[in-house]
């Protein structure tokens, strides 16, 4: 695929994921899914998982995701990647580092059509990182299959999780995946939620310092950068960009594009590339649960119903709730007033996880809109 075309995110998710099984040998701490070692009995059949591949090329989606739980639980996992890149669809998985993942397993990965395979590397040591996945050595195998998927040619995904804990080694761990040879890395903010409410956040001042570092490795790494969970990343990418042609940082009215940085439409060795507009919970993206719910991300326990009983096309396209979700000048607080949320819209899935309700602003941000250009609805001045 040459680039990735404009899409109606009205009309069609950018990206789907499926969460195949939540079974899995790890007990990570972060894990939003709340893993375990047995499969579901109510989990989607291969015939259904079929289906779902078929309802989400019609939708005109680009990328499918086979998440978990470990997706090499499923015995069918590589029959499905087939299934998928057959319908024209770039699939990624990303298999959870056990001995499950053998040399064997990535090799019949490549061959059977996957586009990308992402390894979950979240510390730059292997004693802080096996500590955080609850499984001595799994640093040491996602480093060795990451050289196998080198072997293969299978493009390399580094998904990291940022919260209290993690975030003060992000310049170690942006030397460790600067040497791994990688297309594309995707740093998750912490959404407080199944495993992870036991963990450290983040501070919105916080979240600003690490939008510095990302921005300066985006823009000096041929690998792409993806921000997951904490939108207000690309408003922070057009505040620089506006300073840098020395207009204001806080701008006199809607940003409708996304700043140009993130327009990288395609990774090294036309790897998968990022979004032409920028995606949020039920805009652009949608998870499908191991049991078949479909919710508008992964980290937002709000389904719009399950796919035994309704399409994906009518839960997407006409669910009132994604549709809520891609209204976001009816957000509440500052994130429905701000001149960004078009572009961003704060996590939705925060929002939730924080106040209770999804419709609130992002309580990790620091951006407050001006008040005169916002007649009327109230903002506050701003730190920002
Ligand atoms: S206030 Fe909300 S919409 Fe605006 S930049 Fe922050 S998170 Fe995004």
């Not at 057009?238 to 395609?266: F, N, Y």
Request: net charge neutral; proline share 7%.
């Amino acid at each position: 695929m040459n680039g990735m075309p404009r899409i109606d995110y009205n009309k069609t998710p950018f990206v789907l994921i499926w969460e195949t099984t939540q079974a899995c040998d790890l007990t990570c701490r972060h894990c939003r899914a709340a893993a375990q070692p047995n499969h579901h009995p109510g989990e989607l059949t291969t015939e259904e998982g079929e289906d779902l591949l078929r309802q989400a090329a019609e939708l005109g989606t680009p990328i499918f995701i086979l998440s978990g739980g470990d997706p090499l639980k499923r015995a069918d996992l590589f029959h499905l990647i087939r299934y998928g890149a057959d319908l024209k669809m770039r699939m990624a998985t990303v298999p959870a580092a056990t001995p499950l993942l053998t040399e064997d397993v990535v090799r019949k990965l490549k061959e059977s059509g996957l586009s990308q395979m992402a390894q979950s590397v979240d510390f730059p040591r292997a004693e802080l990182h096996d500590s955080f996945r609850g499984v001595p050595g799994a640093f040491a195998r996602s480093m060795q299959a990451i050289e196998w998927a080198h072997k293969y040619h299978l493009p390399v995904q580094i998904n990291t999780t940022l919260c209290g804990q993690s975030a003060p080694y992000l310049e170690d761990m942006v030397n460790l995946v600067q040497r791994l040879g990688i297309v594309f890395w995707e740093v998750f903010f912490l959404v407080p939620m199944g495993r992870g409410v036991d963990l450290g956040g983040l501070t919105a001042a916080q979240c600003e310092e690490i939008f510095a570092v990302l921005y300066r490795v985006q823009k000096n790494s041929r690998f792409l950068v993806k921000v997951t969970e904490a939108p207000h990343y690309r408003r922070y990418v057009a505040q620089c960009e506006m300073e840098e042609k020395a207009e204001p940082r806080r701008p006199h009215g809607p940003v409708d594009d996304l700043p140009s940085q993130l327009i990288r439409t395609e990774g090294p060795g036309h790897s998968i590339g990022l979004a032409v507009q920028g995606v949020n919970s039920g805009q652009g993206f949608a998870f499908v649960s191991h049991t078949g719910d479909v919710y508008p991300s992964g980290f937002l326990p709000a389904s719009a119903g399950n796919l035994r009983e309704h399409r994906l096309k009518s839960m997407y396209q006409d669910s009132e709730l994604f549709r809520q979700l891609r209204r976001p000048h009816e957000f509440k607080g500052v994130c429905g007033i701000c001149e960004f949320n078009k572009i961003c819209g704060g996590s939705r899935s925060r929002a939730f996880a924080l106040t209770g309700d999804y419709l609130e602003s992002d309580p990790w941000c620091v951006y407050r809109p001006a008040t005169k250009s916002i007649a009327g609805k109230g903002a506050a001045s701003s730190p920002a």
